[in-house]
């Protein structure tokens, strides 16, 4: 298995974290799973924790991923926010 390298930007300095993964999409979303976590202690302690980040890296050292905390709290935009409801390309009004 993989061994993959997690950085933690919190304001402070955190010791990495080493943890064997089965791939790049699994420990993305262990990083992403381990940030909210996180972000839910800080927001507990009073702290803004929006710009914060965590990075992970591949054996060879190389960056994998990068996921900023304020994209976890973002909303998602709607996809479907603009329905086509009789005519493409045709906007109503009134």
Do not use: C, H, N
Not at 28 to 38: H, L, T, Y
Not at 39 to 46: E, Y
Not at 55 to 68: F, P, S
Request: proline share 5%; charged share 35%.
């Amino acid at each position: 298995m993989p061994k993959f390298r997690f950085e933690f930007i919190e304001g402070m300095a955190q010791p990495a974290i080493f943890a064997d993964m089965a791939d790049r999409d699994e420990a993305v979303r262990e990083a992403k799973r381990a940030a909210k976590e996180a972000m839910l202690d800080g927001i507990v302690d009073g702290v803004d924790p929006t710009s914060w980040v965590t990075k992970v890296y591949d054996e060879a050292g190389y960056l994998v991923a990068t996921i900023g905390f304020q994209d976890l709290v973002a909303a998602p935009r709607d996809t479907e926010e603009f329905k086509e409801t009789e005519e493409p390309g045709i906007l109503r009004s009134g």
